[in-house]
């Protein structure tokens, strides 16, 4: 089974942190994701990878960065974290070859901002 | 992308079959349509897809109309553990990493 990880299932950060949120997968996958997840507003695309190093903003980049040095790994980074930025955050993973794009999902990291 | 229509919530009974539909009328030919489920606390979790013809999987059954402008996801006989959030989602597959968009989806409480 794919399985794809995230470092923390429940975050508390306060205003102005930086925060690292890490994604891990142990399939190979090139293709990676970070979403949040808001009430009534669904899963919004905040950035995504399709290979080491490379990146795509998603539909609301702004307020965050990404890392991909590693292939399994793909890391978000919030640089000076803000109350709008409390949410669910969602990490997944799919291979390159999918031609059907399922995506595997993290458990996904419920952030806090105080 | 098509835009999907769900109900907001649904019931069902536990062993009985749960039936949640999903209107997606300006459907695509080359857009297929696609199942996830969340349920609470977790991450959305793949179900099924199909372009036109019904399919099943180990986990459900997946009908598509013949015009394509709807579609219903079966669960033969819901447990009280598919209790979530079901997504019904319409997207032309290709072959570059593509972002899902997840709508508001059907809550399905299963009752004991």
């Known amino acids: 089974d794919v399985k794809v990880t995230q470092s923390s299932r429940y975050l508390v950060k306060r205003t102005g942190e930086k925060v690292f949120l890490e994604c891990v997968q142990d399939?190979?996958?090139?293709?990676m994701f970070w979403y949040r997840q808001d009430p009534g507003l669904g899963l919004r695309l905040i950035y995504f990878?399709?290979?080491?190093?490379?990146?795509e903003k998603g539909d609301i980049p702004e307020g965050y960065s990404v890392s991909r040095e590693k292939k399994e790994r793909f890391s978000l980074i919030l640089e000076s974290a803000s109350t709008n930025q409390t949410s669910m955050y969602l990490c997944?993973?799919?291979?390159?070859?999918?031609?059907?794009?399922?995506?595997?999902f993290g458990p996904g990291t419920r952030l806090t901002v105080l | 992308d098509a835009k999907t229509t769900q109900p907001t919530s649904m019931d069902c009974a536990e062993g009985r079959a749960a039936n949640l539909p999903c209107n997606h009328s300006?459907?695509?030919?080359?857009?297929?349509v696609y199942w996830y489920r969340q349920i609470h606390s977790q991450g959305p979790q793949y179900i099924i897809h199909?372009?036109?013809n019904n399919e099943t999987n180990e986990m459900a059954s997946l009908i598509i109309t013949e015009d394509r402008k709807s579609s219903t996801l079966i669960l033969p006989h819901a447990t009280l553990r598919d209790t979530a959030v079901y997504y019904c989602?319409?997207?032309?597959?290709?072959?570059?990493?593509?972002?899902?968009?997840f709508g508001s989806g059907t809550q399905l409480t299963v009752l004991p």
């Open positions: 997944a993973s799919t291979p390159r070859a999918s031609s059907y794009n399922e995506q595997f």
């Open positions: 399939m190979d996958h090139e293709n």
């Open positions: 990878s399709y290979d080491v190093k490379m990146k």
């Open positions: 300006t459907i695509s030919g080359n857009e297929y």
């Open positions: 199909g372009l036109k």
């Open positions: 989602i319409v997207r032309v597959v290709t072959g570059s990493a593509r972002q899902l968009t």
